[in-house]
């Protein structure tokens, strides 16, 4: 199939471009959602993953990312963006139908089977949002950026909430009514999904696309992307990612199985998590923002970072030594706290390694820091899945006991086997990279208390307008300073 190109898209081609661009963006939208996260660590879970497939299942995405390398250059070659990104999608969407057939297949081939097709799958999506991405930077006018994709992500956000919690009450609904069917359960689901995508690649071909502009040199992509390390404050930046992302990943794909199959929670009570962890998300990236430029990004990165690894710890905390009366409460709470810190995280990481790297030459940078940290993500997802089945037989714990005539009291205190080494593991990995971070230098530092002072500040603001609740308002005029950890106290 061959697409036109125009070297001037006219004011009502770019406005029904984008319309169209808002209709992928739902239907992709809803592709993901009811093919992948918890769905899909579920079936595969049904199909008898390990935890290392499990893990490998996790890498798959991240190490796909290389393939935007070559991607590059077949857009440069080709230079019809629209038509690769419909091939590629259309091969994508394709590789959804194939995971729809597993339940069908003989049972000693359905994993392979999903591992292979969920390959073809990462791979064909990077392919695809190669060319996307350099499509929309020409379609999409600059002053317009910002304000369209927030819309656009903002939709697709709403969508993905009703999607999750409908398809985890589906999935509920069909367990209890068709027990030993529970695969043919997800096949529907994963064809719905499959149709959305189809949805989605006819609004790709609606979209028009102004012609990709010439570039008069064509520099060696492998040669500037080994440039930012001889950079030593971005190689700093790079190295300490790295470590950060390697740290998450290995504790990371395994609390929905952790969930699944530990806990023994419904599909509707872990979706609702995660729907938590979202709004939470979306509502604290306008916060931190904010934060960010008036601070400082490593000085956010620095305040959130600690927090996340503490929930990673928390996750240990679940279980003494099974399910109990706090583990749901828990749950909640520490799914609130880890979407307050990872959109600062995310938010950070970002815009620090924009910020550092030289004007002129960010894609190189961008590229290279993209490629170590998916490469990082990858392996720790392996590594970790690896691990957990390596620890599975291990079990470690400490109890508070106490013993008098009639009277026999044991307490556990801490209670750790299987996935709890693994989030131990996770969070001694993560303060070391946080380490490394101190050794990256930004321009218009701040010093971590000043951040945590105005951070209580907003706290202290909206809990005095609640003064006719008795005691509230009180709370707002509380030294809140006094709770600080000695190192964030004093002047600034």
């Not at 740290?247 to 872990?270: D, G, H």
Request: hydrophobic share 50%; with cysteine.
């Amino acid at each position: 199939m061959r697409f036109e190109v125009k070297d001037v898209l006219t004011e009502e081609e770019i406005q029904k471009g984008l319309k169209a661009v808002i209709g992928d963006g739902l239907a992709f939208q809803a592709m993901i959602t009811l093919t992948g996260g918890v769905f899909l660590v579920d079936f595969a879970l049904k199909l008898g993953a390990s935890n290392f497939v499990i893990g490998l299942l996790a890498s798959i995405p991240f190490l796909a990312q290389f393939t935007q390398l070559p991607a590059i250059y077949l857009v440069e070659a080709i230079r019809i963006r629209r038509e690769i990104c419909v091939f590629a999608a259309t091969l994508n969407r394709l590789c959804v139908l194939g995971i729809v057939i597993i339940p069908w297949l003989p049972q000693n081939i359905r994993l392979s089977f999903l591992l292979i097709m969920l390959s073809f799958h990462a791979i064909c999506g990077a392919v695809s949002s190669a060319s996307w991405n350099s499509w929309m930077r020409d379609l999409v006018p600059e002053e317009q950026l910002g304000r369209f994709f927030s819309k656009r992500m903002s939709l697709s956000m709403f969508l993905s909430i009703g999607l999750n919690l409908g398809a985890a009450v589906f999935i509920d609904f069909w367990k209890k009514f068709f027990p030993q069917k529970e695969l043919y359960g997800y096949a529907i689901l994963f064809f719905l999904g499959f149709l959305a995508g189809i949805v989605s690649v006819y609004f790709i071909t609606q979209i028009p696309e102004p012609r990709l502009r010439q570039i008069e040199t064509h520099k060696n992509l492998f040669k500037l992307i080994r440039r930012p390390f001889k950079d030593e404050n971005f190689k700093a930046l790079i190295f300490s990612l790295c470590l950060w992302n390697f740290a998450i990943n290995l504790a990371a794909p395994f609390f929905t199985v952790y969930m699944l199959k530990r806990l023994q929670l419904t599909m509707s009570f872990i979706i609702t998590l995660t729907v938590l962890n979202q709004l939470i998300n979306v509502i604290f990236l306008r916060i931190w923002g904010k934060l960010a430029d008036q601070f400082s990004n490593k000085t956010v990165f620095s305040v959130n970072a600690p927090l996340f690894l503490t929930c990673i710890l928390g996750w240990t905390f679940t279980t003494l030594p099974e399910r109990y009366f706090l583990t749901k409460p828990l749950l909640v709470i520490l799914h609130i706290l880890m979407g307050i810190a990872s959109a600062g995280i995310s938010l950070a990481a970002g815009n620090l390694a924009l910020k550092l790297a030289p004007k002129g030459e960010a894609t190189a940078y961008l590229a290279a820091n993209n490629l170590a940290n998916a490469f990082a993500a990858g392996i720790a997802s392996i590594l970790g899945g690896k691990t957990a089945d390596f620890l599975r037989k291990l079990e470690f714990g400490i109890s508070l006991r106490w013993r008098s005539p009639g009277i026999e009291i044991n307490t556990p205190l801490l209670d750790l086997k299987h996935w709890d080494f693994l989030f131990f593991i996770s969070f001694f990995v993560g303060l070391c990279a946080l380490r490394m971070l101190n050794e990256v230098k930004e321009t218009g530092e701040s010093r971590r208390k000043i951040l945590v002072e105005e951070i209580l500040t907003e706290i202290r603001r909206p809990l005095r307008s609640f003064s006719t609740i008795s005691g509230l308002s009180r709370m707002s005029y509380f030294p809140l300073r006094k709770l600080l950890p000695k190192g964030c106290k004093g002047e600034s």
